[in-house]
């Protein structure tokens, strides 16, 4: 039984190596993620990291930008990822950067739920029963933390008037561009076509938000006003700007979420957020792993009064608000609008955005304590706008969407729970389907995506799900694949054969004897 045992591991051994040797893609061992080519002034945060590695204290400079960042930054960093990243770093593991963190759901979802621990240690207790706030100062000024309505009060009445030019500032990137050293900056620069009508923009941000506060108890009442037109919701708002000549479209925006926002020498930097999608991409068995991409809806907004462009998401800052869109953004990052709302379609969702900004301003209200201001928790970016896709066209394509449901209990804003309720979610870590992956992606024309191997790792699974060959990885079969890349799995084969090896040297010499 014995010698069966291990003349089985060293077949089986013998096989891996073998295959390994003669190049077969079943094992891809020592597989490299490519650096290149790359567009130009473009660089791998990986490469600007190699660069920076040598200068003194730089390492710990980062570490330190990246800890603050998330507190309102780019991207989710929860200490072990952070730590992760660290190790990264400090052992230039400069390939295992290129594709950071490279987790499914699974693996992720754990590191961000500390959220839970804290929910169910609140005021309200935990079994989500709601405490009618009594709209008082302290309710309304929680609320006013996470919305930008920069002057106009929540406790008094105030009328907006749109007739005239806005006197707010012009754009500046002294205000968002922030200088870590050594040539990198934080941050980019302005879009030579949104930025003029920042003082537009601005104002129309300001408004959008302040009447959508209209619908927090407590909260006086603004009212908007344009060419005779009295609004005092967002929905009413922009109805009254289409009545008063001007063309409003929205947009579904998706894009690759840009982790970093870094600069090197004037050189975009390359730096994603990629996620295990558990598909395997064809001839290998290295599972796709996908950047995790960032949804918004977007008004643009034409007309004899006002020019201006708008967008709004809830963000890792935790606010879910009406925002500027001034900033360029970087090339690698795309860009499509997956739909196009118009008339009165534009004006339907307009009011469910007005409506999802009231409920995440019940849930700040309520649980002041989430930390990151709730995301995660309550959502990603993804999250309200696939709720609102859903409603709108009966289906959700993108991924992934992260709210805890539980969490949605507020009986005053059963429409939203309603809308949240409907659409997938990835919280249990279960497997992404092909059509929210694919449809969450910047761009439907694979080969425009300019990040080092991903455009053919794309063309070959999507072509792989069209054509029914698709392959799904458990869990545990991409963490496999994973430990074979890393030589770990190899290691330990390595030793099973030398054993085996010593054990038959020892039995010949038994028998020569």
């Not at 600069?263 to 599972?287: A, D, K, S, Y």
């Not at 995660?376 to 449901?405: H, W």
Request: charge should be neutral; glycine fraction near 8%.
């Amino acid at each position: 039984m014995r010698s069966w045992l291990l003349g089985s591991v060293w077949r089986v051994a013998s096989s891996v190596i073998l295959l390994t040797v003669i190049g077969c893609n079943w094992a891809e061992i020592g597989y490299s993620v490519p650096e290149g080519p790359l567009p130009p002034n473009t660089i791998l945060f990986s490469q600007m990291m190699r660069e920076l590695s040598a200068t003194p204290g730089f390492t710990d400079a980062m570490l330190a930008h990246l800890n603050e960042a998330q507190k309102n930054g780019p991207a989710l960093m929860t200490p072990r990822l952070v730590s992760r990243l660290k190790r990264m770093m400090i052992g230039r593991d400069w390939q295992g950067m290129n594709r950071f963190p490279g987790w499914t759901m699974r693996a992720l979802n754990p590191t961000a739920n500390i959220a839970n621990r804290l929910v169910n240690g609140r005021s309200n207790g935990p079994d989500g029963a709601v405490e009618e706030p009594a709209g008082d100062k302290k309710s309304l000024e929680e609320a006013k933390k996470w919305v930008d309505v920069e002057t106009y009060p929540l406790d008094k009445e105030v009328t907006i008037s749109l007739d005239e030019p806005s006197t707010l500032p012009p754009f500046s990137t002294e205000d968002v561009m922030t200088n870590v050293g050594a040539g990198v900056t934080v941050r980019d620069g302005a879009d030579p076509v949104r930025a003029p009508m920042h003082p537009e923009s601005q104002r129309l941000v300001n408004v959008l938000n302040r009447v959508s506060l209209n619908g927090v108890e407590g909260s006086a009442v603004a009212t908007a006003t344009i060419g005779g037109k009295n609004a005092t919701t967002p929905e009413a708002l922009i109805q009254a700007l289409m009545d008063t000549g001007h063309t409003v479209v929205v947009h579904d925006g998706r894009y690759f979420a840009n982790f970093g926002h870094f600069h090197f020498h004037g050189q975009e930097v390359i730096m994603p957020f990629w996620l295990n999608m558990q598909m395997l991409v064809p001839g290998t068995v290295r599972p796709l792993l996908v950047p995790a991409s960032h949804a918004e809806y977007e008004w643009q907004v034409r007309g004899p009064k006002i020019n201006a462009d708008v967008s709004w998401f809830f963000g890792v800052d935790g606010k879910a608000e009406f925002r500027t869109m001034d900033s360029l953004s970087q090339a690698w990052v795309l860009g499509r609008n997956a739909h196009e709302y118009r008339g009165a379609d534009a004006v339907e969702v307009t009011r469910l955005i007005g409506r999802m900004s009231v409920a995440y301003a019940h849930q700040h209200i309520r649980r002041p304590e989430l930390p990151f201001g709730g995301y995660y928790p309550l959502g990603v970016c993804q999250d309200a706008v696939a709720a609102i896709e859903k409603k709108m066209t009966g289906k959700v394509t993108l991924f992934p969407i992260t709210a805890d449901m539980s969490l949605f209990d507020d009986p005053r804003d059963e429409e939203v729970n309603a809308l949240m309720r409907a659409t997938p979610n990835d919280r249990e870590g279960g497997m992404p389907e092909p059509e929210r992956v694919f449809g969450s992606l910047p761009t439907t024309d694979f080969n425009a995506v300019t990040i080092p191997g991903l455009a053919a790792d794309l063309v070959a699974t999507h072509n792989a799900w069209e054509n029914g060959s698709l392959i799904r990885t458990p869990n545990w079969v991409g963490k496999l694949a994973a430990q074979l890349i890393s030589g770990t799995v190899l290691t330990m084969l390595v030793v099973i054969i030398a054993l085996v090896v010593r054990k038959r040297r020892k039995k010949r010499q038994v028998t020569a004897s």
